[in-house]
T-cell receptor
């Protein structure tokens, strides 16, 4: 009963370019969707959220887009920086089921 | 530091031994979660508490696993008769109900069962 799916296990981009990470979900009954970032040997940390009644939320270099009809989220990072290299997870708020994550590598 | 803390950070044990991990959540948070994470996977939900009540347990949580949160503060996760398949990172998180349920994670306890 996987609620969210992140179908790309890894993504590699050049520094300064855009990174796009994707997440598909099945259950629409959530107030917010959350993105977390995880560095090795650390726990995940909250990055950005989007309300289910909005289609975009921007915070600095990070923008989340929500396409409710397609049940699809995407996280855009622009410009990407080497420090963004991490594993990114999406999760509906109030739900304890995370996607498998996408490992982003930003090359200098 | 007022974040979520977990102890120990690393635990090496022999198969068949019991282990116990501790999590201290952010003090004002009423929800506490336990997850297990293995390489290449996202955090797998194990169980969660609201205050001292254990509200949900994953079917992944076999009867060898038990969690407690006495007095609604810190929590312990015990694994009895450990197996090699229990080797993983065990993550604890806490949240405040209503605050978008954003979870704040500890650094985890890495368990190696030999």
């Amino acid at each position: 009963d996987q609620q969210v799916k992140q179908n790309s296990p890894s993504l590699s981009v050049q520094e300064g370019r855009i990174s796009i990470l994707n997440c598909d979900y099945t259950n629409s009954m959530f107030d917010y969707f959350l993105w977390y970032k995880k560095y090795p040997a650390e726990g995940p940390t909250f990055l950005i959220s989007i309300s289910s009644i909005k289609d975009k939320n921007e915070d600095g270099r990070f923008t989340v887009f929500l396409n409710k009809s397609a049940k699809h989220l995407s996280l855009h990072i622009v410009p990407s920086q080497p420090g963004d290299s991490a594993v990114y997870f999406c999760a509906p708020s109030g739900d304890m089921r995370f996607g498998a994550g996408t490992r982003l590598t930003v090359k200098p | 530091d007022t974040g979520v803390s977990q102890d120990p950070r690393h635990k090496i044990t022999k198969r068949g031994q019991n282990v116990t991990f501790r999590c201290d959540p952010i003090s004002e948070h009423n929800r506490l979660y336990w997850y297990r994470q293995t390489l290449g996977q996202g955090p797998e939900f194990l169980t969660y508490f609201q205050n001292e009540a254990q509200l949900e347990k994953s079917r992944l949580l076999s009867d060898r696993f038990s969690a407690e949160r006495p007095k609604g503060s810190f929590s312990t996760l015990e694994i009895q008769r450990t197996e090699q398949g229990d080797s993983a990172m065990y993550l604890c998180a806490s949240s405040q109900a209503g605050d978008k349920n954003i979870q704040y994670f500890g650094a985890g306890t890495r368990l190696s069962v030999l």
